[in-house]
């Protein structure tokens, strides 16, 4: 089945390029099983429109996603779902995660936190996380 | 070889003293929407109006569609629509009339387009010219543009004087104008849009010029601006020495152990030697064009 163009959430006033944005989301809904192997991805035309964006843009973020793997171009229908994509190597996901964890620690320390008083917050949050999901 | 529908090269303007362009080069591939940004009075509009041919330049050459600005032909004059940022129109006539007499100069008119654009944005067809309000003019003046259905559109400011919902539905219109030339195929139209308003042309532009200091400053895809400029926060374990650089920073603010860098030139491995020369941790923030500019600017 064809996707809805309402599927991305675009906001071009981020600082994350559009293209991106569109291909982070089609890599996030391939992991929560909202696109399926098989699914057509909405034309871009359609996201063009329903997003009001350049369609050169779309057509920039679906040819990444080309060549990565994500989706195959059909001829005279569009982008086809192929595979789960495959992860980012473990080095790049634990650099992501090391930015976002840094940004939190610096946030906790203007906070008036002390180290002992972080280590048991991180502790905290991650045992009610990991338990939610086992 | 396609011709470019606007190849502007070293142009230099100059009014008295005061040099405005100082050598601008800016090609426009066809099918692009480009934005051209720029401060206020940094020479948006001469630059707009020297590459129509509506001000001679003092050096270099603009062609449009292959033909030089200067001489422009009729035919090219036909292929070609603009809007300056402020219309000037005839105060006398009403809103029906101007749509007819311009429909006149041209050979190929799309009444239905008009009609339709002047439905979506409520022209009161009726009133008489001179009483509009500016917006009303400036929304004239698009439609009068697009009534031939130029290939090039050239727009100076055209949301300046729009409110926010009128704005939305006029990119949406720049978008279908784009559309329509795809579904076609082979008459490929380009546009181009000065402004100030850096959220339009994040959304609908493919490119963006920056125009700083009479030069262009940036030219290239939105998405790769913002892949090259972004933030570091970078934070040391004792206070940074007074050596302490990065190359090509735009902006650097150093606070005791603490650095905020702008960058012109990002990459995970800038980032990777930030780290190991100085001894730092460093986290990466994206930003925004209107960020983008400010920091080009000097913050």
């Given amino acids: 089945m064809t996707a809805s163009a309402n599927l991305f959430e675009i906001n071009p006033s981020s600082g994350v390029p559009i293209y991106r944005q569109l291909i982070e989301q089609v890599y996030a809904l391939v992991a929560g099983e909202r696109l399926r192997p098989g699914d057509m991805l909405p034309s871009v035309r359609q996201v063009a429109r329903s997003a009001a964006v350049n369609p050169m843009t779309v057509s920039k973020a679906y040819s990444r996603l080309e060549a990565e793997g994500v989706v195959q171009r059909v001829r005279g229908q569009g982008m086809r779902v192929v595979k789960p994509p495959k992860t980012a190597p473990l080095r790049k996901r634990r650099e992501q995660f090391r930015m976002l964890a840094h940004a939190a620690i610096v946030r906790a320390r203007q906070l008036g936190l002390n180290e002992s008083q972080i280590r048991e917050v991180l502790n905290e949050v991650t045992d009610a996380i990991l338990q939610e999901h086992t | ?299």
């Fill in chain 2, 1 to 299: 070889m396609t011709t470019l529908p606007l190849d502007i090269r070293q142009l230099e303007k100059t009014f008295g003293s005061k040099r405005v362009l100082r050598g601008v080069d800016l090609q426009l591939p066809a099918g692009t929407v480009l934005g051209l940004l720029g401060r206020n009075g940094c020479g948006k509009t001469t630059l707009i109006k020297c590459a129509l041919g509506l001000l001679r330049p003092t050096a270099g050459q603009a062609t449009v569609l292959g033909d030089d600005a200067w001489h422009l032909s009729a035919e090219s004059k036909a292929r070609l629509g603009y809007v300056p940022q402020e219309v000037v129109s005839y105060p006398w006539m009403r809103v029906r009339q101007v749509i007819a007499y311009t429909a006149a100069f041209y050979p190929t008119w799309n009444q239905p387009l008009v009609d339709a654009l002047c439905r979506r944005w409520q022209l009161p067809l009726e009133d008489r010219v001179g009483p509009l309000s500016v917006g009303q003019l400036q929304t004239l003046g698009i439609v009068l543009a697009l009534g031939h259905e130029p290939e090039l559109l050239v727009l100076d400011e055209p949301v300046a004087s729009l409110d926010p919902s009128a704005r939305r539905q006029f990119l949406r219109v720049l978008l279908d104008i784009l559309d329509e030339a795809d579904a076609a195929g082979n008459r490929r139209r380009s546009i181009l849009f000065s402004t100030h308003i850096t959220s339009d042309v994040e959304r609908v532009a493919s490119q963006v010029a920056i125009l700083q200091d009479g030069k262009i400053r940036f030219h290239g895809e939105l998405g790769e601006l913002k892949d090259r400029v972004k933030r570091l926060r970078i934070t040391a374990p004792a206070d940074l020495p007074a050596s302490f650089s990065v190359p090509d920073a735009l902006d650097v603010e150093i606070d005791g152990s603490v650095a905020t860098v702008s960058v012109n030139n990002f990459s995970d491995r800038l980032v990777g030697e930030l780290r190991e020369t100085w001894n730092v941790e460093i986290t990466v923030h994206d930003l925004n064009l209107e960020e983008i500019f400010v920091e080009m600017h000097g913050g």
